[in-house]
């Protein structure tokens, strides 16, 4: 495995590398959620890249950049155990040079949601990933659909940039006890880390109703609120119910595929997590299937 935090290196290796190229773009913190993206990877491609960079760019001024957690050298223990080809681990002054002027807007998509909470955040998302994919070379990239707005931004950047490249979305890694996998959950309290399942208690809850035959959104929506809310320690940002492609907000019954997207904070933790609707769709293809090719 080769770990390279130069520019002409990781060209050169790239062009060393026969056949297609999975990427894999990470903050670092792995845990089995992107190992489930680099086995996709694997097994998909001849070569497997993985990235690591904490991407200031996506971080506002009072969030989590400084604490964000790091330890590289498991990061990288962990990728060597999965036959990773190449690592690439970019400083922040290398990836944003001081004549660093172009940013890249997806519009529409990155307004709303965690564009609402988290102004710019996706602006720095679309332009480290429009980076990495033309560092890297790579025939298609692996996102979690536990992080639904961006895996749609990326597809629609992809699209509308005409990159050649397949965007893959992965379903979520989750825990036993449902609590999607994030590098976050490190900072949560006992109590916390108890009281976040009702994210995925609230999916759920919703999705059984949707079952029963519920189609109306402010009674699904209201069905995974009322759970989040009878948690006293989580503070709900939102619950939307949307449509995946578009991410705009339904407000009339629909049996088209719905995306259910739940934003919390507990304590000092921002959390996410969404379901496709039906819940059935969640699986290994689900969220590429429904948005359909790039
Ligand atoms: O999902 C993440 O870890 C990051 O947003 C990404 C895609 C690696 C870009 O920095």
Redesign the pocket.
């Known amino acids: 495995m080769q770990v390279i935090d130069d520019i002409a290196r990781l060209r050169e290796t790239r062009a060393g590398l026969r056949g297609q190229l999975g990427l894999v ?3 670092g913190a792995l845990h089995d959620g992107h190992l489930g993206l680099v086995r996709a990877a694997r097994a998909e491609n001849d070569a497997v890249a993985v ?1 690591i ?1 904490i ?1 200031p760019t ?1 971080f506002g001024p009072r969030e989590d950049l400084e604490q964000y957690p790091r330890d590289l050298p498991r990061d990288l223990a962990l990728l060597e155990a999965e036959g990773v080809d190449v690592v690439f681990t970019p400083t922040a002054d290398l990836m944003y040079p001081e004549t660093f002027r172009t940013y890249i807007n997806v519009e529409e998509l990155s307004v709303g949601l965690e564009g609402a909470s988290r102004r710019g955040h996706f602006r720095g ?1 679309a332009t ?2 429009a980076k990495l994919f033309n560092l890297c070379s790579a025939d298609r990239a692996y ?2 659909q536990k ?1 639904a707005q ?1 895996a749609v931004i990326i597809r629609r950047l992809v699209s509308d940039l005409n990159f050649p490249l397949e965007v893959v979305v992965c379903p979520t890694a989750r825990h036993t006890d449902g609590l999607a996998l994030s590098s976050r959950n490190v900072y949560l309290a006992t109590e916390e880390r108890a009281a976040a399942t009702a994210l995925y208690r609230g999916l759920q809850a919703a999705r059984q109703a949707y079952d029963a035959g519920e189609r109306r959104p402010e009674k699904l929506r209201g069905t995974a609120r009322e759970v989040l809310e009878g948690e006293p320690l989580i503070d709900v940002d939102y619950v939307a119910l949307t449509d995946p492609g578009t991410l705009r907000g339904l407000r009339a019954p629909s049996d088209d595929p719905l995306l259910l997207l739940i934003a919390v904070t507990l304590g000092k933790t921002r959390l996410l997590d969404n379901g496709l609707l039906p819940w059935s769709l969640n699986d290994r293809d689900g969220l590429t299937r429904v948005l359909g090719a790039t």
């Open positions: 773009p990470t903050m990235s960079f991407n996506q998302v480290v990933v996102f979690g992080d961006q």
